[in-house]
């Protein structure tokens, strides 16, 4: 300690248990997303026994914890839907959690922060009534959602999906301007008119495949509209702009939020520190929570 950190590290597991062992190097490398084959698969071909042998597992390129610039979605950190202090959206009575919020990532995040919007949900639903179902709307909805069962030769999930990245790739790359995430736009709304309809599937499990893309290309759309919002670079966002250099001059450090209205897109600029302070915020929005919980810490 007293020389500070200095690499290399090594992760002594010694007196792991095995089981939990095992769930690292066979369950956790195997399901990664990037060192089931480069990692795992190689190393076992050419005889690496994890419990003889001692591994040095980071580097450069794929050892790395580096990502490309396409990477970077790989985790709900970017982006995500906005909410107030209950976890609420914009939508009366609707909460959200986990990875679908902004800034967010991890299972931790995702425990807690389900914990409490369903806390917070629990109790809006006692003053809240439910709506009487629209049977017009249900029944558009269910032509839209059963749609690609009914197309015959149609085009498979997995050529959208494949196109869709691509065009991310190409418009909306690491280094971004305002000309390419307009073209790109224009190539998304392409693939929404002519190849959404012929999307076809021959069984539930590729019309849940078809859906997920057809999200994927909204959420795409999404982000390019929002990258065309900010006006700006920014070293923290990783969030470079050609046409845009400046890094993080003062009118930009804000969210920029979207949403749609009468088919238009709308959008706010709230400030980085719009929820205030914390501990304020936290103990003005939970104090039925806190009193409640406050016997059994104390017990404990
Ligand atoms: C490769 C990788 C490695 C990771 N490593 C770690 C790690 O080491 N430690 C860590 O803490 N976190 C890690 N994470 C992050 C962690 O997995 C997530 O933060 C966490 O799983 C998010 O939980 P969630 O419940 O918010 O979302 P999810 O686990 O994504 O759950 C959302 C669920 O909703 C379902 N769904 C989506 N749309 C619909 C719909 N229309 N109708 C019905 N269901 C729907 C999905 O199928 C999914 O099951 C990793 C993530 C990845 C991708």
Not at 146 to 175: F, H, T
Not at 254 to 265: L, R
Request: glycine share 8%.
């Amino acid at each position: 300690m007293r020389r500070g950190y200095q690499l290399p590290f090594y992760a002594d597991l010694s007196r792991m248990p095995d089981a939990e062992r095992r769930v690292i190097w066979g369950m956790m490398v195997g399901q990664e997303g990037k060192t089931k084959i480069p990692v795992l698969e190689s190393l076992t071909e050419r005889g690496f026994d994890p419990t003889r042998h001692r591994l040095q597992s980071y580097g450069t390129g794929w050892q790395s914890a580096s990502f490309l610039a396409q990477e970077r979605q790989l985790f709900g950190a970017p982006g995500g839907i906005f909410h107030d202090w209950d976890l609420k959206t914009n939508l009366e009575g609707l909460y959200a959690a986990g990875d679908q919020l902004y800034a967010s990532d991890c299972c931790g995040f995702a425990a807690a922060t389900g914990y409490y919007a369903g806390r917070k949900a629990a109790a809006a639903s006692e003053i809240l009534s439910l709506e009487e179902p629209e049977e017009n709307e249900i029944g558009r909805e269910k032509e839209r959602l059963y749609a690609p069962l009914y197309v015959e030769d149609g085009i498979d999930w997995r050529e959208l999906n494949k196109a869709i990245s691509k065009a991310m790739q190409n418009y909306c790359g690491g280094i971004k301007n305002d000309m390419l995430l307009r073209q790109g736009l224009e190539l998304l709304a392409s693939y929404e008119k002519d190849w959404v309809p012929a999307l076809s599937c021959k069984n539930p499990h590729e019309l849940m495949r078809a859906h997920e893309v057809m999200d994927i290309l909204e959420v795409c759309k999404l982000i390019l509209n929002a990258c065309l919002l900010r006006k700006s670079s920014s070293a923290p966002l990783c969030f470079e702009r050609s046409d845009y250099p400046e890094m993080d001059p003062k009118e930009d450090q804000c969210f920029i939020t979207i949403y749609q209205e009468d088919g238009e897109i709308r959008s706010r600029r709230v400030p980085k520190e719009y929820y205030g302070d914390v501990k304020t915020g936290y103990e003005a929005c939970n104090q039925d929570y806190i009193r409640e919980e406050a016997p059994a810490y104390e017990e404990s």
